[in-house]
């Protein structure tokens, strides 16, 4: 059973710009969720989510947003780029709403740089 | 509000010596608990899990971890290191709370450097 992919690996921007990444979970797996991975903040939670509804949100402003389609992949987008946006953004999709009791499983990221 | 606190940035051991990677958490109920691993370049990968039942919980590649209800700890464990168990771990926790807010919460990493 193919992994969580994501496309693009590596992005480079510059400041002001917008970036769409994109997601496609396991197979059978509906719930996605986005982190961001930077050295000095660690792993933070982006949103979440199920059946093409937003599950749950962390704490980022409205420059970042998400969707997910009818086939659960997921897209995340990121307006008016910062240097600090730069950071590598994970994607993990589980089987259920959530994942409770679920291990997440994680693509290999896309890295983001932002000049 | 839930929170996972792992207290050291990193741990050093010889190749062949016990290796434990310590994790605390609190959760207003009931825990779901989990290790991951991140090599470089890569995404994070699922080792073990503790859903109820035994406290000890055995994982992918030789790990352990031991789950201390009263202590409310999580300990990453292996009995002999290996070189290629060098990496990131990550401890993460969720409740068993039906809430939809409920989210997973990572720790903030701890870098496992084993020696020749």
């Known amino acids: 059973k193919a992994g969580v992919t994501q496309t693009p690996r590596y992005l480079i921007k510059t400041r002001g710009q917008q970036v769409t990444l994109s997601c496609s979970p396991i197979?059978?797996?509906?719930?996605v969720s986005w982190y961001q991975q930077t050295p000095g903040q660690g792993l933070q939670f982006l949103f979440e989510?199920?059946?093409?509804?937003?599950?749950n949100k962390g704490n980022f402003p409205g420059r970042f947003s998400g969707r997910q389609f009818s086939n659960s992949r997921s897209e995340m987008n990121v307006s008016t780029l910062e240097l600090g946006d730069s950071a590598l953004y994970l994607c993990?999709?589980?089987?259920?709403?959530?994942?409770?009791?679920?291990?997440?499983?994680f693509g290999d990221g896309t890295r983001l740089s932002i000049l | 509000a839930q929170s996972v606190a792992q207290p050291e940035d990193q741990v050093n051991v010889a190749e062949g010596n016990p290796l434990t990677v310590k994790c605390t958490y609190s959760?207003?109920?009931?825990?779901?608990l989990f290790w991951y691993v991140q090599y470089p370049n890569r995404g994070l990968q699922f080792l073990l899990k503790y859903i109820t039942g035994d406290n000890l919980v055995k994982g992918s590649y030789g790990f352990e971890a031991e789950f201390n209800k009263s202590q409310t700890s999580f300990h990453l464990k292996k009995p002999s290191a290996l070189v290629s168990d060098s990496a990131l771990y990550f401890c993460a926790v969720r409740d068993t709370g039906r809430s939809s807010a409920s989210k997973i919460i990572f720790g903030s990493g701890t870098r496992l450097s084993i020696r020749p």
């Open positions: 989510y199920f059946s093409e509804t937003q599950r």
């Open positions: 959760v207003s109920g009931n825990p779901y």
């Open positions: 993990a999709s589980s089987l259920e709403a959530g994942g409770r009791n679920q291990p997440q499983h």
């Open positions: 197979s059978g797996h509906r719930s």
